[in-house]
Nanobody, 120 residues
Framework: QVQLLESGGGLVQPGGSLRLSCVASGSFRDINAMGWFRQAPGREREMVAI???????NIADSTQGRFTISRDNAKNRIYLQMNSLKPEDTAVYYC??????????????WGQGTQVTVSS
C-alpha cells in the first residue's frame, strides 16, 4: 500500500511563487515516474509535469519556463517549483506516482490534492 502526501499549496498573488512537495510512503518495491496533475473547477484533470526515476522531465506547454519539477529518490519525494504564477494556474494539484508493489504489480497512485489559488 502506498500513500502520497502533498503539501505547499495556498493563496498567492499573481506573479508570486509556491513550492509543492509530495512524499511517497508505505510498502512497495519501487517508485518509477512521479508527477503533478491539476484540475480546475469545470475542467478536466491535466498533466503539469512528470519526472522519471532517472531525472528525465516532461513539462506541460502552459507551464514551460515557469514551473520546474525535481526529485529526491532517496526520500521518495518530488517538488514542483512554481514561479510567475497566473490566475489560470488556480487548481487542485495532485501528486501521482507509478508504483511497483512488492508483488511486482504496477499501478498509478494518487494523492488527495492540494489547493493552489492565484488571486490578488
Amino acid at each position: 500500500q502506498v500513500q502520497l502526501l502533498e503539501s505547499g499549496g495556498g493563496l498567492v498573488q499573481p506573479g508570486g511563487s509556491l513550492r509543492l512537495s509530495c512524499v511517497a510512503s508505505g510498502s512497495f518495491r519501487d517508485i518509477n515516474a512521479m508527477g503533478w496533475f491539476r484540475q480546475a473547477p469545470g475542467r478536466e484533470r491535466e498533466m503539469v509535469a512528470i519526472i522519471t526515476a532517472t531525472g528525465n522531465t516532461n513539462i506541460a506547454d502552459s507551464t514551460q519556463g515557469r514551473f520546474t519539477i525535481s526529485r529526491d529518490n532517496a526520500k521518495n519525494r518530488i517538488y514542483l517549483q512554481m514561479n510567475s504564477l497566473k490566475p489560470e494556474d488556480t487548481a487542485v494539484y495532485y501528486c501521482t506516482a507509478d508504483v511497483t508493489t512488492l508483488g511486482e504489480a504496477v499501478f498509478q497512485a494518487w494523492g488527495q490534492g492540494t489547493q493552489v489559488t492565484v488571486s490578488s
